[in-house]
């Protein structure tokens, strides 16, 4: 089955540390891969996706298809960078739907 | 411009009942889909339609049907209410139903 994995629930950092939302899938073929996020009393909203290869808030993810993972990356951690991050994957052979990842509450402490 | 809307925002009905959320997509957008966000079961999908027809649909009970209209307006339908279904109830419009996806604020519903 398709399937994303976020295997931390939460992670908390220091204001200034760096930080890796961890994302995996299992798809044998080309995937799409988005992060979401949803800041406290937002909607979700799309942070970034692996085709655009955008660096957004500071934020980069690099998808490794041999690892099948698509981690978000940041080198310095902000506060207001605290929310909720799902990871969420497009199959190309059944498109129009996205499989999410069950979340992590990033918490950035200062 | 305006976002995705959806209505109502807060709904709380009794098992057996039925229930009818709306969302109304950003202009220009044509597909429409619907996810039902819970604490055990995350973000799930549930079905997505494009120009008035359904093209997807997830691993929901029939008792979960969705409608869209020609102003790509959507509904969705809940009937026989169970606790179980208790949940956010989002809605996210995109242009063609690939890429990015703008969602909702989400309809709470909660079944006593």
């Known amino acids: 089955a398709q399937r994303v994995t976020q295997p931390e629930k939460l992670l908390s950092v220091f204001k200034g540390a760096p930080v890796e939302l961890k994302c995996n899938y299992s798809?044998?073929?080309?995937?799409?891969l988005f992060w979401y996020v949803q800041y406290s009393r937002q909607r979700l909203q799309l942070l970034l996706r692996h085709i655009s290869r955008e660096s957004i808030k500071g934020f980069t993810a690099d998808l490794n298809k041999g690892e099948t993972s698509f981690h978000l990356k940041k080198p310095f951690a902000q506060e207001e960078d605290s929310a909720m991050y799902y990871c969420?994957?497009?199959?190309?052979?059944?498109?129009?739907?996205?499989?999410f990842g069950s979340g992590t509450r990033l918490l950035v402490r200062p | 411009k305006a976002g995705v809307t959806q209505t109502p925002r807060y709904l709380i009905k009794t098992r057996g009942q039925q229930v009818t959320l709306s969302c109304s997509p950003i202009?220009?957008?044509?597909?429409v889909s619907w996810y039902q966000q819970t604490p055990g079961q995350g973000l799930q999908f549930l079905f997505e339609y494009f120009s008035e027809t359904q093209r997807n649909k997830g691993n929901f009970p029939g008792r979960f049907s969705g409608r869209q209209f020609s102003n790509s307006r959507s509904e969705m339908n809940v009937s026989t209410l169970e606790l179980g279904d208790s949940a956010l109830y989002l809605c996210?419009?995109?242009?063609?139903?690939?890429?990015?996806?703008?969602f909702g604020p989400g309809t709470r519903l909660t079944v006593t």
């Open positions: 969420a994957h497009a199959p190309l052979d059944s498109s129009y739907k996205l499989i």
């Open positions: 202009s220009g957008h044509r597909s």
């Open positions: 798809y044998s073929g080309s995937p799409e």
């Open positions: 996210a419009s995109s242009l063609d139903g690939m890429g990015e996806q703008y």
